[in-house]
């Protein structure tokens, strides 16, 4: 769930030439776990449970989003109020939504972890599935990039981990043993995003919890051959996010997708119009399956088998 356009050919240089994160000479890596929480995955969307003024609640955990959100019935369930005087536009992978009122929440705890307070626009999550304790919004990338994340779905674990000095001596997460894959990420603002290779052509993809699927835009699709009349021929339908706008989309089976040393061979990607600077969102369904570790104190992602 982003923002922008842009030029792929420019994105792919720049993240083809992102920080390698090489060891230096004479440094320490300490690493410190603030947080752990349990890590559900209800049919791609991926939650865990909060703590918001004391008070229990289910949060989506987006690193596509720039920023977090609460939902409506979130806001009143907590007795949050609104600032009448500010509204913000809700921005998704549709381009510019509603705007939005903001409210203030006093504080925030994940897994022990007891964060300042804040305000946070207050929108819709189209589609959340029955939890309980039920969805109240969603934590973004402007929040978890204070830390280094560990997503591990084979245990649905999630933690939050903190690098307090020599982080370029870091050469993986603390207790991995190789083989495990390290791949140079590049920052859009506070979220992630890698070169991968679709049929064989570099293309960059954001990692985003938040996308139920792996979403091909239909630009780049386009640039890999497969037009407007290839895909009125593939099953699909129509969907929409939290900018509320409906777009169509086809499912398309392409030859194979490397990311890191995986190869997935005639895999089947959503393609749909995408409101974004990259080519590609690597959804939850992808990070099913994996420990992956996305390290924003050195740009890179490390990942495993489960």
Request: charged fraction near 20%; aromatic fraction near 6%; glycine fraction near 12%.
């Amino acid at each position: 769930m982003a923002l922008g356009h842009f030029r792929n050919s420019a994105m792919v240089a720049a993240l083809a030439w992102a920080l390698l994160g090489a060891p230096a000479s004479g440094q320490t890596c300490l690493q410190r776990l603030q947080a752990s929480a349990p890590l559900r995955d209800d049919d791609g969307f991926l939650s865990l449970p909060a703590m918001i003024d004391g008070r229990p609640v289910s949060l989506l955990v987006d690193t596509g989003s720039d920023n977090g959100m609460l939902t409506k019935a979130g806001a009143a369930r907590l007795g949050l109020r609104r600032n009448p005087g500010r509204r913000v536009v809700l921005q998704g992978t549709g381009g510019d939504g509603p705007s939005a009122a903001v409210a203030a929440y006093p504080n925030l705890q994940v897994g022990g972890l007891l964060l300042p307070g804040g305000s946070l626009p207050v929108g819709v999550l189209p589609g959340m599935p029955v939890l309980s304790p039920s969805i109240a919004g969603l934590i973004g990338a402007d929040l978890l990039s204070r830390y280094d994340v560990e997503l591990d779905l084979p245990r649905h674990r999630i933690g939050l981990w903190t690098t307090t000095a020599g982080s370029a001596a870091c050469t993986g997460p603390p207790g991995w043993r190789p083989p495990f894959d390290s791949i140079p990420l590049t920052r859009l603002g506070d979220r992630m995003a890698l070169v991968v290779r679709l049929d064989g052509q570099p293309i960059s993809a954001l990692l985003d919890t938040g996308a139920r699927s792996r979403i091909l835009s239909t630009r780049a699709a386009a640039r890999l051959g497969v037009d407007a009349n290839r895909l009125g021929l593939d099953p699909g339908g129509v969907t929409a996010g939290i900018d509320l706008h409906e777009s169509v989309y086809h499912w398309h089976r392409f030859r194979s997708l490397l990311i890191g040393s995986e190869t997935f061979d005639q895999p089947i990607l959503t393609v749909a119009p995408l409101d974004e600077r990259v080519d590609l969102l690597l959804g939850a369904d992808w990070f099913a399956g994996r420990d992956i570790w996305i390290d924003w104190s050195t740009n890179r992602l490390f990942l495993r088998p489960g």
